[in-house]
């Protein structure tokens, strides 16, 4: 099947969707059965074997991660399907985040043993940031202990969600017959010797008929509460059709006032043709999710003028690059979605991010890390693109003479760093270029030069993160190399408030130099960055110097006086100074600004900032106690406690600094039988012994 043929498409049976999920809840192995199913590959892989399709990288196969998105297409009741695979370990969210960008439509999974995990909660909160209508499949219901019932529960209760029940298990654990569709009150049951492509649609045995003519009950009143039509016939006892019934679970999704929940087991087969219907009948096409909204080039800051593209062939073209990859035949690789307008190879565009126009050579479908040659891209399709090549993740493409300009995706920054470097000088220009090509394709990933050292600095979300950045060097690029330990990414901010005074006078024959500014810095929230404020009145500054003022400032940012880590969460209100009608220009200013910030610190005392995770730890009953302890000693502080069968789920908010090495401790701690995953959280003050200790490290 190929997205490229010269007849217009039919963009309303388009679906692009994600498959998103904590680690381990089984997106990769749920994608291989649906490749399996549409016919895109012959035989399923698995993630145990190493042999499956989205997990493609070596270091995925090696570790039975996810570690890159992945993007394939496949045809299911001739409904053209995109789908993106992501990461669930939380090094690799920027995956997600710039996976979300550009999806109509998410399949979250949830395992049926382990329920809401804390992966799950956080890549829920991004597809709610994008407006992203959802459906839920609970898998491993054949493992013991598997709760549908409870799953939805935590759902409600930790996503704010309202779930939808479609179906049922029938059984549970080792005893799982199938699933029971609760608006055709039939019972599905799969053929494992056929790997579930055969299957049988039944009469709902006695022993099950009660419970789902009261879990059915359930699910109507739940849409007569959230749709009209339901409403009216549900409070008039008519009865409703079959159709009516899946029209309203269409609306109510597409609004966003329900999660249509279905389950099964991925690995054995179960469920996975109902979840393929359930997203060409529930899920939106790009028609559905409506126009975009974006800006015109040179739109003043807090301009209210906007630009709408609708999703169609006849509007100019407008799309996001979300994606780049360095491939080996190619070179760069640029994945984009096309929301409005055609893009055709061998016709340019307009990068209206960097202000470029840059041609394309080829377009590509996908599949994994295989492609397939395409003549267009239309409306409401993805698919990658070689030639460009200055576009980086999150740039808006369009037509150069219709220019708009989309939201850009917004990255965290790194909060681990690593010196790496050479292991000889005829490595040096590999490991640069390398280093490069790897910051191009992952926003998170950040390479510096330490100016007092010169040593080569990388940045990333985590120990794995970095971990899989250096084999990636190695293998991949074969650039040989060596990396220190990781150090934390601390930053610097005011304590307290400063007015400062400061004036750049310099005399020396002719023309001289004259700047002065007063500025209150002040301190602002956690994680509010850097403001700058001009209350400038009456011209005791002019306008023209006005905007070098600010950048003095932002420049001196990158090195505060503590250690030289980067200054934050500052604002700086510029609110008096003079001038000169001869002596005054814009470095004059510039230098005032940045003596002003050094001098503010001088009057003031200054904090030390460090990285602050949250996440969980899963252990085992029995080791509890030790793991709690240890947790003390790390300064954790414990945000809760969960039960479940006898594993413990703890709650923790914990410093990064502290976290070095906490998977070789909690494998000795407990037989390596306990689990953990952190993610960034915050910022927070350093307690005064160990800003002291960090302090003294650095100056070592």
């Excluded at 996503?159 to 005893?175: K, N, R, S, V, W």
């Excluded at 200055?390 to 808006?396: F, H, P, S």
């Excluded at 150069?400 to 920054?413: A, Y």
Aim: one cysteine or more; charged letters at 30%.
């Amino acid at each position: 099947m190929t997205i490229g043929t010269k007849q217009r498409q039919d963009i309303a049976r388009f679906r692009n969707i994600g498959i998103v999920a904590h680690i381990d809840a089984g997106k990769t192995t749920t994608t291989e059965r649906i490749l399996y199913y549409t016919g895109v590959i012959h035989d399923p892989g698995d993630v145990h074997e190493g042999d499956t399709e989205m997990d493609w990288m070596i270091q995925e196969k090696e570790r039975g991660i996810t570690i890159t998105s992945a993007a394939t297409i496949c045809e299911w009741r001739k409904y053209k399907v995109n789908i993106i695979d992501t990461p669930g370990h939380v090094d690799f969210t920027a995956e997600v985040e710039r996976s979300l960008r550009v999806l109509d439509g998410v399949i979250t999974i949830f395992s049926g043993v382990d329920m809401v995990e804390s992966q799950t909660e956080k890549v829920w909160r991004q597809a709610d940031k994008y407006n992203i209508p959802r459906i839920a499949f609970i898998n491993k219901l054949d493992r013991p202990g598997s709760q549908f019932g409870k799953t939805m529960e935590q759902m409600e209760e930790r996503l704010g969600t309202i779930p939808l029940p479609l179906q049922m298990p029938a059984g549970e654990g080792d005893e799982l017959v199938g699933m029971i569709d609760l608006l055709e009150m039939k019972l599905i049951t799969w053929d494992e010797a056929s790997k579930g492509l055969n299957f049988q649609v039944v009469a709902i045995p006695s022993q099950y008929l009660e419970a789902a003519q009261l879990m059915r009950g359930r699910l109507l009143e739940r849409l007569a509460e959230v749709d009209d039509q339901v409403m009216e016939k549900y409070l008039n006892e008519q009865d409703l059709s079959i159709e009516e019934l899946k029209a309203a679970v269409r609306r109510v999704t597409i609004a966003q006032g329900c999660v249509p929940v279905l389950g099964g087991t991925a690995l054995k087969y179960i469920g996975i043709q109902p979840l393929l219907d359930a997203v060409v009948e529930y899920l939106p096409s790009p028609l559905d999710r409506g126009e975009v909204v974006g800006e015109p080039l040179d739109a003043p800051k807090d301009s209210a003028e906007k630009i709408v593209r609708r999703p169609t062939e006849d509007d100019p073209l407008a799309g996001v690059a979300f994606k780049i990859a360095t491939d080996e035949y190619t070179g760069k690789l640029v994945f984009v979605r096309i929301y409005s307008g055609r893009l055709e190879k061998g016709s340019y565009i307009f990068n209206a991010s960097s202000g470029k126009r840059e041609r394309v050579s080829r377009i590509y479908q996908m599949h994994a890390n295989k492609r397939q040659e395409i003549d267009f891209l239309a409306a409401g399709n993805i698919g990658a693109l070689t030639g460009p090549k200055d576009l980086t993740t999150g740039d808006t493409i369009c037509d150069p003479e219709h220019p708009i300009l989309l939201e850009k995706i917004d990255f965290p920054e790194p909060v681990i760093f690593a010196a790496i470097e050479p292991k000889t000088d005829a490595d040096e220009d590999k490991l640069t270029d390398s280093l490069y090509k790897l910051a191009q394709e992952d926003p998170t990933f950040k390479v510096k030069v330490d100016p007092d050292t010169n040593q080569t600095i990388i940045g990333g979300m985590g120990e794995l993160h970095l971990e899989i950045i250096f084999d990636r060097l190695q293998r991949e690029f074969k650039a040989e190399s060596t990396i220190g330990r990781p150090q934390v990414a601390y930053k610097e901010t005011l304590a307290a408030p400063a007015d400062i005074e400061e004036k750049f006078v310099k005399q020396s024959g002719g023309r001289g130099q004259y700047g002065h500014v007063c500025i209150l810095f002040e301190p602002m929230e956690r994680g509010k960055g850097f403001e700058f404020v001009d209350k400038i009145k009456g011209g005791t500054i002019p306008r023209e110097f006005i905007p070098a003022v600010e950048k003095g400032l932002k420049e001196s940012l990158g090195s505060g006086p503590l250690a030289g880590f980067p200054i934050t969460d500052l604002r700086a209100t510029l609110h008096y100074g003079s001038y000169h009608d001869v002596d005054s220009s814009e470095i004059a200013f510039k230098i005032a600004a940045s003596l002003a910030l050094k001098k503010a610190f001088q009057q003031t005392r200054a904090d030390l900032l460090e990285p602050i995770m949250e996440g969980e730890v899963v252990t085992p009953t029995e080791y509890m106690g030790d793991i709690v302890g240890d947790l003390h000693t790390r300064r954790a502080e414990i945000k809760g406690f969960d039960i479940h069968g006898n594993t413990q789920i703890i709650r923790v908010v914990i410093p990064l600094a502290e976290t070095f090495g906490y998977a070789t401790v909690i494998r000795s701690l407990t037989q390596g039988r306990a689990t953990f995953q952190f993610k960034f959280s915050h910022y927070d003050v350093v307690p005064g012994h160990i800003k002291e200790e960090v302090l003294e490290g650095k100056k070592k």
